[in-house]
């Protein structure tokens, strides 16, 4: 009998899933028998150096998922009871509880797997490496991998992304919100990529902070305009304010970038702040010379600022531009295939990269309803492609 279709937000097929669970149990035979006393809870098991309800714990709250056994209330007490006290479900019984998702979700497997390379799930580099390369080896049929996204204290930490998403390496510099001159920009360690402005530094935000696995989140950056602008400890809707007024100055005369911020910033207002910041003006590459420096047609950076970018899960990165007539005219206003193509030529190689590029005509922006419509059913599909 074919297998079931895949709901859309559903990748990993049942295949996947047994060859996962079978090379799970594969893997713990091939621990030498007279080890397995000593090896098998840390190199074998899904809860690696930890009891089951301590890593489960991690991801659920065991008093809250309810008992399966009468005599019981909570998913804890059954665990106990079945698991320490009489042993009597197999040790893969996780994988088909449906309480804990593992059989039908694809999020909530992926953050299995995920906590079971965590350092204090296991401590061996060698078994953590021999687990993720297992991992990475089923899943990639369907799309998905395990990467390092942190770590601590050396010991890696692992999240999941679908394969060909996301940007590799870290994020060093964020510089947005550009108002004036440009800033003058100097390398003072070549080796890092450690900047310095040495001029017009007031006329830009530079975002210094870490950028966490799952992105960088309104809160966040609130926190740090807060902490930035001597406002900690104030209301939170103040320190959003100043900052959103910030923000729109840097979109100058431009009307359509305006109706993309006020748009996101209703979305903040009606799901709550911990929704992934939407960033203007972000410096993408850095030319000293202003235009006028060079013959026309002759500057070597032709999109040095993204309208916009979000920073979002699993190295995500996710550019929005909108298009007014000097994105595919001339100056004197008559169609130019020159320009259009440098701009799709610059989109290729900014795809290449990881990053995903969402262009609006200047014409999708016009004041009025329909504008609003659009970009709300635009951020929702977003946001359902990215989920927190």
């Keep these: 009998m074919p297998e079931a279709p895949i709901a859309a937000d559903r990748y990993i097929t049942e295949v996947t899933r047994r060859r ?24 074998t098991f899904w809860s690696g150096a930890l009891p089951e309800t301590d890593f489960l714990a991690r991801l659920y709250d065991l008093d809250e998922l309810p008992s399966h056994d009468s005599r019981y209330t909570t998913a804890g007490q059954d665990i106990v009871q079945h698991r320490v006290m009489n042993e009597d479900w197999d040790d893969d019984w996780i994988f088909s509880d449906p309480r804990f998702g593992l ?79 440009k800033p003058e920009i100097v390398l003072v360690d070549a080796l890092n990529n450690d900047l310095r402005i040495t001029r017009n530094a007031d006329n830009c935000l530079v975002y210094d902070r870490p950028l966490a696995a799952h992105g960088l989140t309104w809160t966040e950056l609130t926190g740090w305009w807060a902490d930035r602008e001597g406002m900690t400890g104030a209301d ?5 304010s100043s900052l959103y007024r910030r923000l729109d100055r840097s979109l100058g005369d431009n009307d359509a970038e305006r109706r993309v911020l006020r748009a996101y910033a209703d979305r903040y207002l009606r799901l709550g702040p911990d929704i992934p910041a939407l960033i203007p003006q972000v ?38 531009e909108c298009d007014g007539r000097q994105h595919y005219a001339d100056d004197n206003g008559r169609a130019s295939p020159q320009r259009y193509a440098e701009m799709v030529a610059e989109d290729r190689e900014l795809q290449l990269t990881g990053y995903e590029v969402y262009r609006f005509g200047g014409a999708e922006l016009v004041d009025g309803p329909d504008t609003a419509r659009r970009l709300d059913a635009f ?8 989920p927190a």
């Design 379 to 386: 951020f929702d599909r977003l946001a359902e492609r990215y």
């Design 20 to 43: 996962l669970l079978d090379g799970m149990a594969w893997l713990r035979a091939t621990v030498p028998n007279d080890l397995r006393e000593f090896l098998t809870p840390a190199y």
């Design 236 to 240: 939170d809707w103040a320190v959003s």
């Design 103 to 181: 059989a039908n979700s694809d999020k909530a497997l992926l953050r299995f797997l995920g906590e079971m390379l965590h350092p204090a799930v296991r401590t061996d580099l060698a078994e953590v490496e021999r687990l993720r390369e297992f991992f990475n080896g089923v899943l990639v049929h369907d799309g998905y991998e395990l990467v390092q996204v942190d770590d601590i204290s050396g010991a890696p930490l692992f999240a999941h992304r679908r394969i060909g998403g996301g940007v590799r390496g870290a994020m060093k510099n964020l510089i947005f919100a550009a108002v004036g001159p």
């Design 283 to 320: 410096y993408l590459h850095y030319d000293p010379h202003v235009r006028s420096h060079y013959q026309p047609g002759s500057a070597p950076l032709p999109r040095q600022r993204m309208d916009f970018l979000m920073l979002l899960p699993h190295r995500a990165r996710v550019v929005i």
